[in-house]
């Protein structure tokens, strides 16, 4: 069974700060990987995600995430967090070719002050 | 756009009673799921189905079941609501392995 890590479940910054989540799986095979981002009030919502090619993957609103698949990592990056990023961050992992079932890590909570 | 839509925002209800949470996806997606996003634990699956009739126990569906009559309604059910079943509960459909979310039914059993 695959599961999903976040080492960071709360953490707080001043805008300008830059910001990176980690996220660490465990399954053996080939995977997509996820970020999936909840806003104070509003859905979950895709941030970005990577199936294959570039391992520098970019998304919304300026985040960049790298696999690195010798580390099992999918770490979430901004250089410069605003305080709009406000919001909670889940790492998600699915087996490439085979089930959708996703399985989440239990997010990390995200306060930028302004 | 997919939407994916939640009958109710906020839910009230008392112990023993039956609760129904609808889910209801416009993109004819096959692929619907149930989640409860408790603090501190994100997102566990609850019951998930790949196509009309078709369901599959995810990581915790005691005191749930599910009903998916047609392809785009995929509805939740707690058959005798307790109290640790308050949470919020998201729906999902999942195209190409990404998945969509309704905006949640935050469910509260007194």
């Known amino acids: 069974a695959q599961s999903v890590s976040q080492h960071n479940h709360h953490v707080i910054l001043s805008e300008a700060a830059s910001l990176e989540l980690g996220c660490n799986y465990s399954?053996?095979?080939?995977?997509?990987l996820f970020w999936y981002v909840q806003y104070p009030g509003q859905h979950l919502q895709l941030l970005l995600k990577?199936?294959?090619?570039?391992?520098l993957v970019k998304g919304i609103k300026g985040f960049e995430a790298e696999f690195i698949k010798s580390k099992f990592s999918f770490n979430l990056r901004k250089p410069s967090v605003q305080w709009s990023d406000t919001a909670e961050y889940f790492c998600?992992?699915?087996?490439?070719?085979?089930?959708?079932?996703?399985?989440f890590g239990r997010g990390t909570s995200l306060i930028v002050h302004p | 756009d997919v939407k994916v839509t939640q009958s109710s925002r906020y839910l009230v209800k008392r112990t023993g009673e039956k609760v129904f949470l609808e889910c209801v996806q416009d993109?004819?997606?096959?692929?619907m799921f149930w989640y409860r996003q408790d603090p501190g634990l994100g997102l566990r699956l609850i019951y998930f189905?790949?196509?009309?009739?078709?369901?599959e126990k995810g990581d915790i569906p005691e005191g749930y079941s599910v009903s998916r009559e047609k392809k785009e309604r995929f509805s939740l059910i707690l058959e005798s609501a307790s109290t640790n079943q308050t949470s919020m509960y998201l729906c999902?459909?999942?195209?190409?392995?990404?998945?969509?979310f309704g905006p949640g039914t935050r469910l509260t059993v007194t």
């Open positions: 999902a459909s999942t195209l190409l392995y990404e998945q969509y």
């Open positions: 399954y053996g095979g080939t995977v997509n």
């Open positions: 990577y199936f294959s090619g570039d391992p």
């Open positions: 998600a992992v699915s087996s490439s070719g085979g089930s959708y079932i996703p399985t």
């Open positions: 993109m004819d997606h096959e692929n």
């Open positions: 189905s790949y196509d009309v009739k078709m369901k």
